[in-house]
């Protein structure tokens, strides 16, 4: 079994923030330290005190300035504790510390182990996650429903595997997921999440990505073993990562392909049987375009009902050419009547991109400043807004921590005669961050599901680490938050 666990070779600090400020930012000081996050379900640049409401506030925009209204639902102990551990993020030292400690030689002790994680546990993971296993889960999505309203998002929480052994194993947890989002009534939850990284061994995507990059810049570059798809690069995408031919897949390369197809296809198989619709979460450039690529034959092999699609691709704003791939992609589903669906997000891998880059004597694939990251996202999140509205048989979930993108898709919305209820078009927050956001966007009549990931301690400790990296800082992600819990 290879599933990756807790070495520093797998808690990927997935933030760099010197390089991407807003164009004509403010000196920062030190008493207000900006730290801007890139995450995984969006961005959220540092808010205004929400005291009143605004002046030019209409019908259709989403309130967030009637704080004990937005948390009537949420019991004092849990107010509480959500504003301990969103302040305890906010301590940089804290967090540095203790990202090294989970990291750290330390852990190999049992003794340190037991009392590192059981500290983890009644605080950053209670917050953060949802159960160790799928049932726990599910009955979090009841309670978290019942109280909120708010659905659920099931989200498995291992992320990388190196072996078949783990793929098959993992897929296992997958399908178990997926019986348990079908034990829900279907009004608590939205869908299952799945990262092909966790079904498909590493160094085969990396593999596969390099031979899908080639094929796009040679055309005479064949791919015997390649299966109908859409097409996953634009004339501005990143080749960088691939300088020279690869070699063609073994005979053993082939047959483990075959297998993280058919795991994909088993769990795509079940989500449609069971009515449960599926998203395939984002990675790094260097792995994505063959996540992307697998992502897209099994939306043509499984999004038959021309009203709802079963499986969703993610698109990552924060990439420079995540618009032009995102309008390719649509218009070769509508070319061959495919109804998609898509998750929108801003990104989660800047620094990572950003160092492979520099050190491949390249510019980072990710936009220069924070502006362009918020104009792409709403941009593209426009242009599906606008798909959708047209019965065309899109599927939108606009995954954002950012107050402005949902106000202005709440206008979007209204412009566009959408029916908010009818699920084409859906709000997701992390479980844990942006809770007022969700909230008012309910209130405003929108489906609104949170990410709830779920699994051992030990296997959620890369996750944690990267929530706390998000909220690290006292004007990062989670300062709105605090301020309206205190």
Known sequence: MATRLLRTNFIRRPHCFSSLRPVGSPTVTASTAA????????????EPPLHHPKHNQTHHDIDLSDQARLFASVPTPELLRSTAV?????????????????SS?????????????????????????AGEDADAAAERVRSVYEATGLKGMLVYGVEHADDAASCDDNMQHFLRTIEAAKSLPTSHFSSVVVKITAICPISLLKRVSDLLRWEHKSKNFKLSWK???FTVFSESSPLYHTNSEPEPLTAEEERELEAAHARIQDICRKCQESNVPLLIDAEDTILQPAIDYMAYSSAIMFNGDKDRPIVYNTIQAYLRDAGERLHLVVQEAEKESVPMGFKLVRGAYMCSEGKLADSLGHKSPIHDTLQNTHACYNDCMTFLMEKASN????????????????????????????????GTIEFAQLYGMSDALSFGLKRAGFNVSKYMPFGPVETAIPYLVRRAYENRGMMASGALDRQLLR
């Open 86 to 102: 969103l302040h305890a993020a906010a301590i940089g030292p804290m967090v540095d510390v203790g990202s090294w400690v989970m």
């Open 227 to 229: 299966l109908k798809s």
């Open 35 to 46: 730290v801007p996050e890139i995450l995984s379900f969006g961005q959220q640049a540092p």
């Open 105 to 129: 030689k330390l852990m190999d002790n049992a003794l340190t182990r037991g009392v590192v994680l059981g500290l983890v546990k009644r605080t950053f993971y209670d917050h953060f996650c």
């Open 391 to 422: 019965g065309s048989g899109f599927g939108v979930v606009l995954a954002t921590h950012n107050a402005d993108s949902g106000r202005l898709a709440s206008r979007k919305a209204s412009e566009l005669n959408i029916n908010k209820k009818n």
